[in-house]
């Protein structure tokens, strides 16, 4: 008998016997066994079965430890485990059933014995019902998790003709923990970080190719992300690629009705899709007024300033090439030069200087790096937060207007920005409101057992 046979037979006996239950009482009885844990309880029988079948390894929690990932938790960290149970012991990228401390099965996910993520889930005992082709099966679940994420941007009406570029595949948000990918009009970049993701690869990328239609994959493996997860690749060169891709990596893409040409190669996926309802925000706050655009990189914000009636755009990033793509892009649109101005530098030290000129702006758009990758670093991170937005804070004109972001998980989950801002306002003596706060589009899903998916931060203040 073949494994898909014999995990099809074990699911049908299952619930034949829950039917039979489930005939005997009343929808009202229905609702309260569902409420009291019975799904469940038949998920992790289910699970336990098949995983006998199949000799799968078990990885045995510690007494109390169970109840996070029961809520919907989706890492278990290596201090959670009691035991690895297995002969020869799971691999990375292998599957494993994770058991709570009285070895009752309620999940099952990839194990990593090199990551602080020794199991990434991939379902729980109340998900066997919902996806019952996917029990222990991760290329099948593989293909139902994409099939799942480009439904639901076709909900939120993702692509349309207003805009092609967007985020496929949220990580955590869409359930496959370590898995992100960005479609760029006719192209789809991944980012790999995991080791499972990397270990089934020709997988995710035909479940991607399957359930989008499109051809042109570019495989971005996230280096610094996979030495942590065990695995050394090469450092350097081009990422692997279709070869329907453009050779260059220079792609065209629409956002809001706004052209831009993007760079699969480039920062990130090759374009911020996370700031798009905050780009299309500022377009209808722009008109009128001179803007500042720190850490510009290809012109996302400065050229819907652009659009959006601003007198005068001025655009700051310290990398060449990102300039060069904000000025084809500001081209691309109708921008006229004569109405934005490019300059490369240090965003620190453009500000420092167009302080002690005296220099003042109505709009300010700041968007830098990631700061604080960890919470290790957040105090040191929040120090250049602060000099930061006091700086800008200052080249605002009075009564102006400063957007102001962070990208870094850490501080937006620390709950800390606010009194960031308000710190740097009473640095730079310039009195603050807070007019909007908001965060990533809402293609860059979230579930609520992963609140750490929450990385962007975006507030728009009033400066006295």
């Known amino acids: 008998m073949s494994q898909a046979h014999a995990l099809r037979t074990v699911f049908s006996q299952t619930i034949r016997a829950r039917a039979a239950v489930s005939n005997a009482a009343t929808q009202r009885e229905r609702s309260t066994h569902r409420l009291s844990g019975t799904d469940a309880d038949v998920g992790s029988t289910i699970i336990e079965d098949a995983s006998r079948q199949q000799s799968t390894p078990r990885v ?29 012991p799971p691999a990375a990228g292998d599957v494993v059933v994770v058991t709570d401390g009285q070895k009752r099965a309620f999940g099952w996910g990839v194990y990593n014995p090199a990551s602080m993520f020794r199991v990434r889930l991939m379902q729980t005992d109340l998900d066997v019902d919902r996806e019952p082709g996917c029990l222990l099966d991760l290329p099948a679940l593989i293909r139902a998790r994409v099939q799942q994420a480009v439904a639901l941007r076709r909900t939120l009406g993702l692509p349309s003709a207003q805009t092609s570029v967007y985020r496929l595949i949220n990580s955590e948000g869409d359930r496959l923990s370590g898995l992100i990918a960005d479609v760029l009009g006719d192209h789809v970049v991944v980012l790999s970080c995991a080791a499972w993701v990397e270990r089934h690869a020709p997988v995710v990328r035909a479940a991607i190719q399957e359930a989008t239609g499109l051809r042109s994959i570019v495989w971005r493996p996230s280096l610094d992300i996979l030495r942590e997860e065990g695995l050394e690749l090469p450092a350097g060169g081009t990422p692997t690629q279709e070869p329907s891709t453009p050779a260059d990596g220079a792609v065209q893409v629409v956002e809001n009705g706004v052209h ?12 911020y899709a996370d700031q798009r309802d905050n780009r299309a925000y500022l377009r209808t706050i722009a008109g009128g007024k001179t803007v500042l655009d720190l850490c510009s990189y290809s012109g ?21 090439s990102a300039l060069v793509l904000a000025e084809a892009n500001a081209a691309f649109n109708g921008v006229l030069p004569s109405s934005i101005t490019l300059v490369k530098d240090d965003v620190a ?3 420092a200087a167009a302080l002690a000129a005296g220099r003042q702006w109505d709009l300010v758009v700041l968007d830098p790096p990631k700061l604080a990758p960890s919470k290790k670093v957040l105090d040191r991170a929040a ?4 000099r930061l937005n006091a700086l800008a804070m200052q080249l605002t004109a009075a009564g102006g207007l400063l957007m102001t972001c962070s990208c870094s998980g850490a501080m937006t989950q620390s709950g800390a920005f606010p009194t960031v801002l308000q710190d740097a306002s009473t640095l730079a003596r310039r009195p603050i409101r807070i007019l909007r706060h908001s965060g990533a589009g809402p293609d860059h899903t979230l579930i609520p057992g992963y609140p750490e998916g929450a990385y962007l931060t975006n507030m728009l203040l009033h400066v006295h």
């Open 60 to 88: 045995v929690l510690k007494g109390g430890k169970s109840r996070l990932f029961k809520a919907g938790a989706p890492h278990v960290y290596g201090g959670a485990v009691d035991s690895v149970v297995g002969r020869p």
């Open 260 to 271: 831009f040409r993007a760079a699969l190669h480039g920062q990130k996926t090759g374009f």
């Open 300 to 320: 996302g914000f400065a050229i819907n300033a652009a659009l959006g009636g601003a007198t005068h755009v001025t655009a700051v990033d310290s990398s060449a």
């Open 349 to 351: 030290a453009f500000m």
């Open 383 to 386: 120090a250049k937060y602060r």
